[in-house]
C-alpha cells in the first residue's frame, strides 16, 4: 500500500533530515577546529566524536535522498510510489557509530588499558548486537508479532550497556575530578534519555493506527535523537577532554598570556 | 538473461556497498587525525594506509552508482535491464591497493633499504600479477571452464606472496621487538583469511545454480572483504608504527605531563 503523506507531513521529514545534516556538518567542522585546544593525550575521544558526526553526515545526505526519491508529487499530496525508502542506512550507521560513541566515552576517562581494552571490547559486542537484533524488526510489518519480539531482543544488550556505564563505570570514576565526575554523570544521563527516544520511534508504526502520521513521527523522532546523541554528546565528551588538559596543565601552543605584564608568553609553533 | 533480485536481495548489497563507503570515508578521516601521533621515521607506512583507503572510497562511490543504474524498480522487484553493472572497478581498485597493502607491511618494518626494495618490486610484481589473471575469469560466463582456468592461474602469484610474507619475511622478524612480532603476524593471517574470501566470492557464480543469490552472495563477500583488508589492515599497520614510535622514545607535540608538578611541559613543533 502506498503511503500518502500531505505537503507539511512530507516537508517536516524533509526539514529535519535537512537540520540533521546541518547540525552533523557542522559538529564536523567545530571538532576539527577545536581540536589543538585539546591536549595531545586527550585527543582521541575528540577524533572519536570527529569520525561519528562524519559518518552520520554521509548517511543523512544518503537518507535525505532515499526520501526525495520515495515520493512523487501529484495533485498536492506527496505519495510514495517510487524506489522504497531505505531504512537501512540508520541501521548501517548505527552500527558504526554506536561502538563509536561508546569508545568516546571510555578513551576519554583515561583508564589502565587492561580496563579500557575489557569495556570497549564488551561494549562493541553489545551495542553491534542491540542495532543487529533491531533491524529485523524495523522492517517488519506494523502490526507484526515479530517487530514485538525483535524490540525484546535487542532491548537485553541496551539494559547490558546500561549496567556497565551505571554500575561497572561508576567504580571507575574515584580517581576522577569533581568537574569531570559531573560530566561523565550527564553524559550516562543523555545516553539513557536520547537512547530512550529511539525504542520509542521503532514502536510508533505499532502504536499509531495512522500509518502516514506513524512514519512522520518516527522519522523526526529518530532525526531529533541523532541529533542528541552524536553532536551533543560530542560535546560533552569534548568538556571532559578540555577539563583533563586544564588538570594536566595544558596550554595550546602560541598561547599568550593575558596578563603576563605586557610580554606575551610565546611558546614556538 | 536479465537478472531479478527481490526489494531485500537489492537492498542488502546496497546497503553493504554504502556500509564500505562509510568504513572508507571513517578510515580516511582517522588515518589523517591520528598522523601526529607516530614518529616522523615511521609514518610512511600511516601514509600508504590512507591512500588504500582515499582509493577504496574513490571505487566504492562508483561502485554504488553503477548499482544504481544497472537496476529499475519495477512492481516491486529490482530488475537488471540499464547499464551494466561494472565489476572493473574492484579490478582497477586492487591493482592500486593490493601493491600498496604490502608495501605498508614491508615499509613499516623498516629493514634494510636493499631488502626493502626487493621485497616491494617482487611483492608488487606478484600482486599486479595475481589481479591481471584474475580480471579475465571475472568476466567469463559462470559455468565457463575459463573462469576455472584463469582463477588457477591466478592462484600462482597469491601462493608466491604467502610464501614470501611467511617464510622469507620470517627471517627477517628476529631484529622485531615482542610487541611488534605479534602485530606482523595478526596482519599476516589477515592476509590469508581476508584474501580467501576473494577467491570463495569468485568462484559463487560456478558454484550456486542461483544467479541472483549468487551475485547477492559475492558482493556481500568482496565487500566484507574490503574492509578487513584495508581499514582494519591499516588499523593494525597503524598499531606497529605506534608501538615502535614508542620504542623510539617518540612523544607527540605539546604531550603535557601528567603530574609535571604544576608546570606545564610545553614542547615547540
Not at 506527496?78 to 548505527?94: A, C, L, S, T
Not at 571510555?106 to 580496563?115: F, I, R
Not at 541496551?158 to 568537574?179: A, C, N
Amino acid at each position: 500500500m502506498d503511503l500518502i503523506l500531505s505537503e507539511n507531513q512530507y516537508n517536516l521529514v524533509y526539514n529535519s533530515f535537512s537540520f540533521v545534516i546541518a547540525s552533523m556538518g557542522a559538529a564536523l567542522l567545530f571538532f576539527l577546529l577545536v581540536r589543538n585546544r585539546v591536549a595531545p593525550q586527550h585527543r582521541m575521544a575528540l577524533t572519536l566524536s570527529t569520525l561519528v558526526v562524519g559518518i552520520a553526515l554521509y548517511h543523512y545526505v544518503r537518507i535525505f535522498g532515499s526520501w526525495n526519491d520515495a515520493f512523487s508529487f501529484t495533485k498536492g499530496q506527496f505519495i510514495q510510489n517510487g524506489k522504497p525508502f531505505n531504512e537501512g542506512y540508520r541501521y548501517v550507521d548505527w552500527l558504526l557509530t554506536v561502538p563509536l560513541l561508546l569508545a568516546e566515552l571510555v578513551v576519554v576517562l583515561k583508564l589502565s588499558s587492561a580496563k579500557t581494552r575489557s569495556l570497549l571490547v564488551r561494549l562493541s559486542i553489545a551495542a553491534v548486537a542491540m542495532i543487529a537484533l533491531g533491524y529485523p524488526g524495523e522492517i517488519s510489518a506494523a502490526d507484526s508479532s515479530a517487530r514485538t519480539l525483535w524490540a525484546v531482543a535487542s532491548t537485553i544488550p541496551f539494559l547490558y550497556i546500561l549496567f556497565v556505564l551505571f554500575v561497572e563505570l561508576g567504580k571507575s570514576l574515584d580517581r576522577q575530578s569533581g568537574t569531570v565526575k559531573k560530566l561523565v554523570d550527564s553524559l550516562r544521563y543523555i545516553i539513557v534519555v536520547t537512547w530512550g527516544v529511539y525504542p520509542i520511534a521503532y514502536m510508533l508504526p505499532s502504536l499509531i493506527d495512522d500509518q502516514a502520521k506513524a512514519q512522520v513521527a518516527r522519522q523526526v523522532m529518530y532525526s531529533l535523537g541523532d541529533v542528541l546523541a552524536k553532536p551533543l554528546f560530542g560535546l560533552l565528551v569534548l568538556g571532559i577532554a578540555l577539563a583533563k588538559s586544564r588538570e594536566d596543565g595544558y596550554v595550546e601552543a602560541g598561547t599568550s598570556e593575558h596578563h603576563a605584564m605586557g610580554t606575551p608568553e610565546v611558546v614556538g609553533s
